[in-house]
């Protein structure tokens, strides 16, 4: 107000010496001018106020990106006249902080973490002599970045840290996904990164908090080894072929398995299953990439007639050895079936390792002639060859329910959102088909759970494994042995 | 039992079980075919239609964005993440049965994000339960349409 009127005045007394005062100017038409030029001067003073506030101000969007003084991150914007980082842009040490996530943050920062005490009847956890029994492990801290950088094209990535708590080179810190998606229609999309290899469900959705036990299935770790990512790229979508049905799909090609060490030796055997042929179990000097020129395929194929129920066939081929062509081959079925509070899930998986018996052109593996069979390998049998052919299935029930007296006692605490599960499941699994006789790879679990959820996100579980056929890798000569085993587990494990 | 047999069994306990899961509506209307089907179709006008097959007595429509049923937060710290969109399509199928004619109203209904917390599977679509209301509101807009026509709903 007080602008406006030094403004008026200024005008007004500018007025004389215009070009535009006439004689025959009536009062209104003068109180027009008068106004008009008013506003004028008052846009014209407020645009060289705006200017000066800019220059003075520390957090004001510059011409270049990094030019000017450092910005508040995560709070301003980047406005519409600034242009873009790119290669042209020129600046000091700020250019640092000309990042587009400064000035127009995008992602989500979220994760999980679990925690568990475990204790064996048998010292088969990790610890010197014989083993452990009984122990705190926090396997996993899991951090996610995802980002919506337009409508089509979206960003996520996982970082597993496992057992952070050990020293450096001890724990193992590693990309799990990070992935670009190019969203073209519901039905076709493309994928490239570091991907989740669509094996199973279970190597899908692996997050401790959806697990309603504390550990994975067997055969998810051992036939389908969760979590199982390759680099590749791929396409993925989703078809609707009928009223309630849906069908869901995703074909990836990638690097492949990395099924030798440097000197041969197989990596597929009957005491880690398919663990250790994981791409980012390769040795260090192969970086991470292919160690063939053979890409492995995988998808998976997942119908569902109707809510609550799915059924899914998935496969994975890719040649596993550097000198040769031995493929490794997994397929799998899953399902799921949900009505009302109960639950039915499972998968069973068949992995075939062709070749993985013989000795690999060019080792050195305890001077092994190449295609010869490889013995000495199994820690309980010393005739048996690495493993070819793996099995296993799980089984699990599940049934949620709320004791309608909790919710009465605590209604914040035991009320909507809030459930418990009771679960079972039976685990089984075979590591070497073809070793008959004692075989380390043939375990056995039963498992009963029960977990609290006071939001879906947040669990606290207990439960009781029954392991009549297990094996411990700790005993005291240290070369492993069969045992019956039983372990109480309780854990807690939350998205963050 | 022949296996045939027990075949049988199975495939029709299972349909039952399919009916009582899906979350169908269905409504029977002692009244022609041609009343109903237009009915239907004159209920269903307004939103983004599709399909409509009278041979077939089918309608479907798009998806289409809806208001969220339920409130879905990202992790226990309940922050929005990737919003809390649901989208449906309804689905009204129209059958001939002598002088009697059945309606069977279905809501298809789905999630972004709706699983907890973030997976890689969290970026896409996921079926939800169908809103009753939305599948009644339908259904009474087309009993309100049949009964103007003299078509009762048994």
Same mark, same amino acid.
């Given at each position: 107000?007080?602008?406006?009127?030094?403004?008026?005045?200024?005008?007004?007394?500018?007025?004389?010496?215009?070009?535009?005062?006439?004689?025959?100017?009536?009062?209104?038409?003068?109180?027009?001018?008068?106004?008009?030029?008013?506003?004028?001067?008052?846009?014209?003073?407020?645009?060289?106020?705006?200017?000066?506030?800019?220059?003075?101000?520390?957090?004001?969007?510059?011409?270049?990106?990094?030019?000017?003084?450092?910005?508040?991150?995560?709070?301003?914007?980047?406005?519409?006249?600034?242009?873009?980082?790119?290669?042209?842009?020129?600046?000091?040490?700020?250019?640092?902080?000309?990042?587009?996530?400064?000035?127009?943050?995008?992602?989500?920062?979220?994760?999980?973490? &679990?925690?568990?005490?475990?204790?064996?009847?048998?010292?088969?956890?990790?610890?010197?002599?014989?083993?452990?029994?009984?122990?705190?492990?926090?396997?996993?801290?899991?951090?996610?970045?995802?980002?919506?950088?337009?409508? /089509?094209?979206?960003?996520?990535?996982?970082?597993? $840290?496992?057992?952070? +708590?050990?020293?450096?080179?001890?724990?193992?810190?590693?990309?799990?996904?990070? /992935?670009? &998606?190019?969203?073209?229609?519901?039905?076709?999309?493309?994928?490239?990164?570091?991907?989740?290899?669509?094996?199973?469900?279970?190597?899908?959705?692996?997050?401790?908090?959806?697990?309603?036990?504390?550990?994975?299935?067997?055969?998810?770790?051992?036939?389908?080894?969760?979590?199982?990512?390759?680099?590749?790229?791929?396409?993925?979508? *989703?078809?609707?072929?009928?009223?309630?049905?849906?069908?869901?799909?995703?074909?990836?090609?990638?690097?492949?398995?990395?099924?030798?060490?440097?000197?041969?030796?197989?990596? +597929?055997?009957?005491? *880690?299953?398919?663990?250790?042929?994981?791409?980012?179990?390769?040795?260090?000097?192969?970086?991470?990439?292919? $160690?063939?020129?053979?890409?492995?395929?995988?998808?998976?194929?997942?119908?569902?007639?109707?809510?609550?129920?799915?059924?899914?066939?998935?496969?994975?081929?890719?040649?596993?050895?550097?000198?040769?062509?031995?493929?490794?081959?997994?397929?799998?079925?899953?399902?799921?079936?949900?009505?009302?509070?109960?639950?039915?899930?499972?998968?069973?998986?068949?992995?075939?390792?062709?070749?993985?018996?013989?000795?690999?052109?060019?080792?050195?593996?305890?001077?092994?002639?190449?295609? *010869?069979? +490889?013995?000495?390998?199994?820690?309980?049998?010393?005739?048996?060859?690495?493993?070819?052919?793996?099995?296993?299935?799980?089984?699990?029930?599940?049934?949620?329910?709320?004791?309608?007296?909790?919710?009465?006692?605590?209604?914040?605490?035991?009320?909507?959102?809030?459930?418990? *599960?009771?679960?079972?499941?039976?685990?089984?699994?075979?590591?070497?088909?073809?070793?008959?006789?004692?075989?380390?790879?043939?375990?056995?679990?039963?498992?009963?759970?029960?977990?609290?959820?006071?939001?879906?996100?947040?669990?606290?579980? +207990?439960?009781?494994?029954?392991?009549?056929?297990?094996?411990?890798?700790?005993?005291?000569?240290?070369?492993?042995?069969?045992?019956?085993?039983?372990?109480?587990?309780?854990?807690?494990?939350?998205?963050? | 039992?022949?296996?045939?047999?027990?075949?049988?069994?199975?495939?029709?306990?299972?349909?039952?079980?399919?009916?009582?899961?899906?979350?169908?509506?269905?409504?029977?209307?002692?009244?022609?075919?041609?009343?109903?089907?237009?009915?239907?179709?004159?209920?269903?006008?307004?939103?983004?239609?599709?399909?409509?097959?009278?041979?077939?007595?089918?309608?479907?429509?798009?998806?289409?964005?809806?208001?969220?049923?339920?409130?879905?937060?990202?992790?226990?710290?309940?922050?929005?993440?990737?919003?809390?969109?649901?989208?449906?399509?309804?689905?009204?199928?129209?059958?001939?049965?002598?002088?009697?004619?059945?309606?069977?109203?279905?809501?298809?209904?789905?999630?972004?994000?709706?699983?907890?917390?973030?997976?890689?599977?969290?970026?896409?679509?996921?079926?939800?339960?169908?809103?009753?209301?939305?599948?009644?509101?339908?259904?009474?807009?087309?009993?309100?349409?049949?009964?103007?026509?003299?078509?009762?709903?048994?």
């Amino acid at each position: 107000m007080k602008t406006r009127s030094i403004l008026g005045a200024l005008v007004i007394a500018a007025l004389p010496f215009t070009s535009v005062w006439a004689e025959n100017m009536t009062p209104e038409d003068i109180k027009k001018l008068v106004d008009e030029a008013v506003t004028k001067r008052l846009q014209e003073h407020e645009r060289h106020e705006g200017v000066t506030e800019r220059r003075e101000g520390s957090a004001a969007p510059q011409s270049e990106p990094g030019i000017g003084s450092l910005p508040e991150v995560g709070r301003e914007r980047r406005t519409e006249s600034q242009p873009a980082l790119s290669f042209g842009s020129s600046g000091s040490g700020r250019l640092v902080y000309a990042k587009p996530f400064v000035s127009a943050p995008k992602a989500i920062v979220g994760g999980y973490m &679990d925690i568990q005490y475990r204790s064996h009847r048998k010292g088969v956890l990790e610890g010197y002599g014989n083993g452990t029994t009984n122990g705190f492990d926090q396997q996993r801290f899991v951090p996610f970045i995802y980002a919506d950088i337009t409508e /089509h094209v979206k960003f996520a990535s996982e970082l597993e $840290i496992e057992h952070g +708590i050990r020293g450096a080179g001890a724990n193992e810190i590693s990309l799990e996904f990070a /992935h670009i &998606d190019y969203l073209v229609n519901e039905p076709v999309n493309i994928r490239a990164g570091i991907l989740l290899l669509p094996i199973g469900k279970f190597n899908l959705l692996h997050d401790s908090p959806l697990n309603d036990l504390t550990d994975r299935p067997l055969v998810s770790q051992f036939v389908i080894p969760s979590t199982m990512s390759e680099t590749g790229a791929g396409f993925y979508g *989703t078809f609707y072929p009928g009223r309630t049905s849906k069908l869901d799909y995703e074909l990836y090609v990638t690097t492949g398995p990395c099924g030798h060490r440097k000197d041969g030796q197989p990596r +597929i055997n009957e005491v *880690t299953g398919t663990k250790d042929s994981r791409q980012r179990k390769c040795d260090e000097s192969d970086d991470g990439l292919d $160690i063939n020129n053979g890409k492995a395929i995988s998808g998976r194929v997942a119908f569902s007639p109707m809510l609550g129920v799915e059924v899914a066939g998935s496969s994975y081929y890719g040649n596993q050895s550097p000198t040769s062509y031995n493929p490794l081959s997994i397929t799998a079925i899953d399902w799921t079936l949900q009505k009302g509070p109960f639950e039915i899930i499972g998968e069973a998986a068949w992995a075939y390792s062709r070749g993985n018996s013989r000795a690999i052109p060019g080792n050195t593996f305890n001077g092994f002639a190449p295609g *010869t069979l +490889i013995t000495g390998v199994s820690p309980v049998n010393p005739f048996a060859a690495p493993s070819q052919r793996l099995h296993g299935f799980y089984l699990q029930g599940n049934y949620h329910f709320m004791p309608a007296f909790l919710t009465k006692l605590s209604p914040k605490r035991f009320g909507e959102g809030s459930t418990f *599960t009771a679960v079972i499941r039976y685990d089984r699994v075979n590591l070497n088909m073809d070793n008959r006789a004692e075989n380390a790879g043939q375990l056995e679990q039963i498992s009963f759970g029960l977990n609290y959820r006071p939001v879906e996100d947040a669990v606290f579980k +207990i439960s009781y494994q029954y392991l009549p056929k297990s094996f411990n890798p700790n005993p005291g000569g240290g070369t492993g042995e069969r045992i019956h085993d039983g372990a109480l587990v309780i854990s807690a494990a939350t998205y963050f | 039992m022949p296996l045939p047999r027990i075949a049988m069994v199975v495939l029709a306990l299972l349909s039952v079980g399919c009916a009582a899961l899906s979350g169908i509506r269905e409504q029977y209307y002692v009244c022609s075919y041609d009343s109903v089907w237009d009915a239907a179709l004159e209920t269903m006008k307004g939103q983004s239609v599709s399909t409509y097959d009278k041979e077939k007595g089918l309608i479907e429509t798009n998806w289409q964005d809806v208001p969220s049923t339920s409130e879905r937060t990202f992790g226990i710290f309940g922050r929005e993440g990737f919003g809390n969109n649901e989208r449906a399509r309804m689905t009204v199928s129209v059958k001939r049965m002598n002088d009697v004619a059945s309606v069977s109203v279905l809501e298809t209904r789905q999630r972004w994000h709706s699983r907890g917390g973030v997976t890689q599977q969290a970026l896409k679509w996921w079926p939800i339960d169908p809103s009753e209301e939305a599948t009644d509101a339908v259904v009474d807009r087309l009993n309100a349409k049949l009964k103007a026509k003299g078509c009762v709903p048994s």
